[in-house]
């Protein structure tokens, strides 16, 4: 039997509804909010595999980084330039998080949100 337009659109709102509570629930349990945790572990997890690889220099100053001070810098600049050069992998290197905005800020490439 089909269900109506209605009917799931109704199931719709009550998954997105029940799926807000779970994460506000694991929000609580953690102490943060659920997305900053995860990009926390996804932060943590990157820094684990690029200290395996043994390439936790900064791409900017060539001294170690930490998870914490870690960044993904753009090589080329691509804020209002082109947003392939955002998620192109070879346009991207890690650096210090003051090391990259010191770079952008003197190379007039603000690049918000990196
Ligand atoms: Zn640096």
Redesign the pocket.
Known sequence: MARTPEALERDRVLCRLRSKKRNERKSEFLGMRYTSAQAKLYRHLLFAYVCNAGHNQ?M??G?PMTAENMSIDHIEPWFGVDVDLYWNLMNVKL??K??NSKYGRESGSSTPGQ
């Open positions: 900064c900017r100053c001294e650096s210090h003051n090391c």
